[in-house]
Each structure stands twice: as structure tokens, then as C-alpha cells.
């Protein structure tokens, strides 16, 4: 007797006694992710696991007592009254120890990101017909530029500086300086209004912009235009890449553990007006083709009494730094071509170069977010591998175990397929970066608080969720933030996604 097996078509064969018997190909028939959860929520839940069998024998024991065995209790408490009060002041007083010097919880309250007037879009055919208007191109670099913008992942809609629209650039500081208001205090406006916040009520402010460090500070215009008040704890980061949004969030988490109940205030933009390049290097002509305007202002806090309205909880920053090493040093670099035109050189070795740095953050990260399950499993290949098979292939621990979203630097089509292939995440997963890419281009520092902002916009936000924040940038760095969603998080007051929210997400044809 045959019959067809339950699983994917596999089969199961019975034949009598003196016949042989044909077991089910479970390799093929059971579906391995399925046994892999069970063994990650039996590992995940083994304490509690265990906790249930003992918790019965206590109580079984305790409802086994005589009132005299009670009364024998008390009169031994009594008989030792002097221990007792030193193990319960011993007690209190580890307590309030641990109490006073554990971390300080830090919650995000609230972001805003900017979201430029519909005058300042720059669609490919604007693109390229002002950078023919321009006389600065050839026709190989012209031709350059319209390939990389057709596979760049970028949409019809992102947006580039007034001084970069009109013929020729208006590329002067005062331009500069108009860019970087627009952008800063159009974030601040809004983040403030949500909020609430008075200004004067800023502790501490983080401001960074990798090409656009005037005198006075960025962080000084700040100060200037809200009137902070003149003990805040003013910071200016420069020339730090686009993964320096992190490097603000890790500075202003530290100085809240240090003053108590306070807001810090994070503001992570990119200037372009004086950094668009004008050669004919093809190596410094592909971020003309990727980076767009776009800013954010985040603000947190270390008040208990904030909690109950923030949106999120920061659980751990990681900083890579791969500058030791020249060929990360170099792979993105502010030069000048030999016609003396300035520009970002971005080396072929820059995807390479950024998977070491990767590799390295995540080895960094994922004791710390991974389930006990998956560095289990991480452990014992490890040891297999050294002791038994040298060719055995290591395993890479599952993040979507650890993370339910990601929001990926969008710094380039390239950076988010490797991604999406190396962490073997999900469509949806990569999501939220791709559509942010498309809609806005590469924000530079700021581009992660576009896509959590997608999130949010599209309502998968929801209490528990964790989230992972990774950016790459100049140096070379790979950095990372995690969050916990304290509540279902709706999108903030005039999202950048409010209005074209139901339009994504968009078929990319490439």
C-alpha cells in the first residue's frame, strides 16, 4: 500500500511485514524553520520553563505547614532579631545602591525630519539639463551621471538646495548658510511645536554635518536663533560620514547619564550647496547623483516622568571604527581632482570595505541583542569548526530574532541589497530604506529617521518592538542603535510621509 505524504508532496510507503519500509524524507517534507523557532522559544523560555515545576514544590510545601511550625518560625525570627535587622538593612542598602549608580533610562520623546518645498524637486530630466546648462561636464561624464541616476534607486521627487537650481550654482557661503537654517530650524520648528518644549529647557545639543562646519558653529546658529540658555552643553560634529546621526545619539545618551533631568537635543543634517562637485573624476561624481537634501531633530530625555509619552527607549549604541586600516581611511575622501576641482572620492573598494566593517559591528552587537538560542547555536559551530572541520561554513546568526524592524543607511541601491542578502532579511525588512531612497535620495545622517518615520507611517509600529538603526560613513565607520517601541507608535505631526504615505511602496524596475 502506497500513500502521498503530508508534507510538500513527499511520500510515505508501507508495504508488509517481509517488505521493506521507506521512512519520509524529512529534509525535504519539514520545513527546518519551523523546528529552528521551537528551539528558539524553548531555549528563550527555559527558565520560566523550569521556574513552573519548582514553584509548584514550594508552594505544595508551604501548604504542608502546621500553624505550630509557623509559630516556631516567628519564634526563631525573634530569638535572632539582631541578624535579622542587619541582613534587612545589608539588603536596603545594596538596593538603593543599584538603584543610584544603574544606567539612566533614555527615552526618545519625539523626532521631526524636514521635508523641503515641492519648488526645490529635482527630477532626472531637471538633473541632467541643468548640469548641461552648467558647461563644467563632458559628454562622458554627462552620459556617466544619467546611468547612475537610473540605477541609483532614486525617485522623481527628491530634492537638491535653491543654490544648486539656479545657472549658474550659486554655490556661496551665504547660500550654504541659507541651506543649513532651512534645514535645521525647519526641524526644530516642528519638533518643538509637537513637543511642547520650551527651548530654554535643553541641556544638551548635538549638532552634525560632515561638510558644512562655518564659524560661528552650526550648533551655535542653534543657540542663537532659540535663545538657549548659556549652560547647555553645546557640540559641533564635522567631517564624521553618514553614519555620525549614531555618533550625536551615543554623545547626547552619554552627557544624559552624567545631568540629571534634562532633554538633549540631537540634530543630524548634510549641507550641499558648497559640496557639489563640478569635474569630470568619475569617482567623485557619483555623490552628485545620490545625496539630496534632508535633515532631523531628535529629542530625548532621562526624565522618569517623560516615559509615559515617548515613543521609544534607547537600549544600546555600538561604534565600529575601521580608520586604523588605509584602505578604510581612504574609500571615501574629500579631495581635489588634478584641475583642482574639490569633490568626495568614493573608492571601488567602499562595498568591501564596508562589509569588514559589518562584520565587526555586528560581532560587537550580537551578544547583546541576540537570543540565548542563536548564540547557542553561534558557540557550538564556532567550536565544531575549530575542533572538527575547518571548512565547515560558520553560522550566521539569525537579527530578525532579535529585531522586528531595520532601517538601513539608505546610502545607495548597492548598500541595501548587500545587506538584504548578508542578514538574509525580507522585502518588507529592507523596505522601509528602499522607499526612503526612492522618495528622498541619501540623506546622509538623517536618512534612518526617514525610514523609521515609514514605519511609523505605515502602522507596523507596535509596544515591544525593537528596532536597529545602521549606518556606514567616511573613516571608516559602521554604527548602530536599538530601540524598544514603548507604546503602538503613531506618526508624529506633519510626517514626511503624511501626504504620500498610501503611494508607497512603489515597483522598482531595476
Known amino acids: 500500500m502506497e500513500a502521498a505524504g503530508p508534507f510538500n508532496g513527499g511520500s510515505v510507503q508501507i508495504q508488509n511485514e517481509n517488505g521493506s519500509r521507506k521512512l519520509p524524507n524529512f529534509a525535504q517534507s519539514v520545513n527546518m524553520k519551523y523546528v529552528k523557532l521551537g528551539y528558539h522559544y524553548l531555549i528563550t523560555h527555559l527558565f520560566k520553563l523550569c521556574l513552573v515545576p519548582l514553584t509548584a514544590v514550594l508552594i505544595l510545601e508551604i501548604s504542608r505547614l502546621t500553624p505550630d511550625d509557623f509559630h516556631q518560625l516567628w519564634l526563631h525570627l525573634q530569638y535572632n532579631l539582631v541578624s535579622f535587622i542587619l541582613l534587612s538593612a545589608l539588603a536596603v542598602f545594596g538596593c538603593t545602591v543599584f538603584v543610584m549608580t544603574r544606567p539612566r533610562s533614555v527615552y526618545l520623546v519625539d523626532y521631526s525630519c524636514y521635508l523641503p518645498p515641492a519648488s526645490l524637486r529635482v527630477p532626472y530630466k531637471k538633473f541632467m539639463d541643468h548640469s548641461k546648462l552648467i558647461e563644467d561636464f563632458n559628454e562622458s561624464s554627462l552620459e556617466f551621471q544619467r546611468?547612475?541616476?537610473e540605477r541609483s534607486g532614486l525617485g522623481e521627487e527628491t530634492y537638491l538646495p535653491e543654490g544648486l537650481h539656479c545657472v549658474p550654482p550659486r554655490t556661496t557661503m551665504v547660500a550654504a548658510r541659507e541651506e543649513a537654517e532651512q534645514v535645521m530650524f525647519g526641524c526644530l520648528d516642528r519638533l518643538f511645536e509637537n513637543t511642547k518644549i520650551n527651548p530654554r529647557d535643553i541641556?544638551?545639543?548635538?549638532?552634525?554635518?560632515?561638510?558644512f562646519n562655518p564659524t560661528p558653529s552650526l550648533s551655535a546658529m542653534i543657540v542663537n536663533k532659540y535663545k538657549l540658555r548659556g549652560n547647555v552643553k553645546s557640540f559641533n560634529l564635522g567631517g564624521m560620514g553618514c553614519s555620525a546621526g549614531v555618533i550625536a545619539l551615543d554623545l547626547a545618551t552619554d552627557m544624559l547619564q552624567v545631568h540629571r533631568k534634562t532633554y538633549a537635543v540631537v540634530v543630524s543634517t548634510e549641507n550641499i550647496t558648497q559640496n557639489w562637485y563640478f569635474g569630470n573624476k568619475k569617482a567623485m561624481l557619483i555623490p552628485n547623483c545620490l545625496f539630496r537634501v534632508g535633515g532631523t531633530a531628535v529629542l530625548l530625555s532621562n526624565k522618569a516622568s517623560d516615559r509615559r509619552r515617548s515613543k521609544y527607549m534607547m537600549v544600546h549604541t555600538v561604534r565600529t571604527h575601521k580608520g586604523a586600516h588605509e584602505k578604510a581611511f581612504n574609500c571615501v575622501y574629500q579631495e581635489q581632482d588634478d584641475n583642482g576641482k574639490t569633490g568626495v572620492s568614493l573608492s571601488k573598494d567602499l562595498m568591501a570595505i564596508a562589509g569588514e566593517a559589518l562584520k565587526a559591528n555586528i560581532t560587537t552587537l550580537g551578544p547583546l541583542v541576540?537570543?540565548?538560542?542563536?548564540?547557542?547555536?553561534?558557540?557550538?559551530?564556532?567550536?565544531?569548526?575549530k575542533l572538527f572541520n575547518a571548512k565547515m561554513k560558520p553560522y550566521i546568526p539569525d537579527f530578525k530574532l532579535a529585531f522586528d524592524h531595520f532601517c538601513i543607511?539608505?546610502?545607495?541601491?548597492?548598500v541595501i541589497d548587500e545587506l538584504e542578502k548578508n542578514l538574509e532579511l525580507s522585502q518588507t525588512h529592507v523596505e522601509a530604506s528602499r522607499m526612503t531612497l526612492h522618495r528622498f535620495g541619501n540623506t546622509s545622517s538623517s536618512s534612518i529617521w526617514y525610514e523609521l518615520a515609514y514605519i511609523e507611517a505605515k502602522g507596523r509600529m507596535k509596544k515591544g518592538d525593537r528596532v536597529w538603526q545602521i549606518a556606514f560613513g567616511s573613516g571608516f565607520k559602521c554604527n548602530s542603535a536599538v530601540w524598544v517601541a514603548l507604546g503602538?507608535?503613531?506618526p508624529s505631526v506633519s510626517s514626511p510621509w503624511e501626504h504620500c504615505i498610501d503611494q508607497y511602496p512603489v515597483k522598482l524596475d531595476y
Open 147 to 149: 546611468k547612475i541616476l
Open 370 to 385: 541576540l537570543p540565548l538560542s542563536e548564540q547557542i547555536l553561534f558557540f557550538a559551530t564556532l567550536v565544531a569548526k
Open 203 to 211: 541641556g544638551v545639543l548635538v549638532v552634525n554635518c560632515s561638510l
Open 488 to 490: 503602538n507608535v503613531k
Open 409 to 414: 543607511h539608505a546610502g545607495g541601491r548597492a
